[in-house]
């Protein structure tokens, strides 16, 4: 299937929950409405309550073409965005994007050759994390490397296949109306939840290298330590309300946390040997970031090793604090709000 076929290709909505996005905002709708894509498509974008001029750019894009919509999320959680969204949108496939995510030209259209090709109920790609300078440089090359993320296909790429969850991902209605949406509990982690319960319904999750979005990393090491512990105490809020979904690559950053931690408290009080773990943790990151950083400029390689310790000791740190009132409160919504469009 392709865009110069004879066959009626399905109507597509999109939809993107956006925050404080008016660094991004218009380029990521712009390359939503530039896709090469000859079916009928839709944009709705979920308001929250935003600090900065989103609302305005929003309202702009709305003026300038017809298929651009908003709707309010006033709770600002990415959750109930998307379920707002979901809602308010009208066709038969769903691509989730968001507010700093750019789409390849081709997504869309090689994503519903691929839900039709495979079957699958929901299929993704790569997130391809470009930076704007020499920090966020910096932070994408340790994204995208095997030191940074293990060996995650939508991070580091690899074959097509079934996977556990990707990157955003473009559903078939059905399914997001199956499962009732977004838990609207679950403030991260999110998407790998959803995915989690259509696997167990008898879905196919489907990775694909062909499908590429753009990704812009956090602006700074603050920024960068606050999303990764958010990634880690969620990501153990979905390893309680479902057993058997965490695996030895989840736990590999809270325990160098742990390692660490004994290692330094160790050698400063016992023996300088204790001093060993940590020490061969900074030497590895430092070597790991040399591969990760070829081809950049010498500031951007030098603050790789930052990057990578500030993902996984904030990783970790998040994955070991997180509250198990945080899963008791998940498990007493098992049921999200069933969703439904338009």
Known sequence: ?????????????VIMPV????????????????????GELEVVIALGPSKDRTDEIAAELVRDDPRVHTVPNPTGRTPAA??????????PIVVRVDGHGMLSPNYIATAVRLLEETGAMNVGGIMHAEGE???EHAVAAAMTSKIGVGNAAFHTGGEAGPAETVYLGVFRREALEQQGGYNEEFIRAQDWEL?????????????????????????SVRALAKQYKDYGRWRH???????????????????AVLAIAAGLVVGAALTPWGLVVPSGYLAAIALGSLPAGKGLPLRARLQIPVALATMHMSWGWGFLTSPKALARKVIASRRPAVVTGG
Do not use: C
Not at 82 to 91: P, T, W
């Open 195 to 219: 995915n989690f319960r259509i696997r167990e319904a008898g879905g196919l999750i489907w990775f694909s290298p062909e499908l590429k979005v753009s990704y812009r990393p956090r602006p």
């Open 237 to 255: 809020v979905v390893a309680r309300y479902h057993e058997g979904s965490i695996n030895l690559r989840y736990l590999a950053p809270p325990t």
């Open 82 to 91: 998307l379920n707002a969204a979901i809602k308010a949108s009208r066709h």
């Open 19 to 38: 925050l404080d996005e008016e660094r991004h905002l218009r380029g990521a709708v712009q390359a939503i409405l530039a896709q090469e894509y000859a």
């Open 133 to 135: 300078n020499d920090w």
């Open 1 to 13: 299937m392709n865009a110069n076929s004879d066959v009626r290709l399905p109507a597509v909505s």
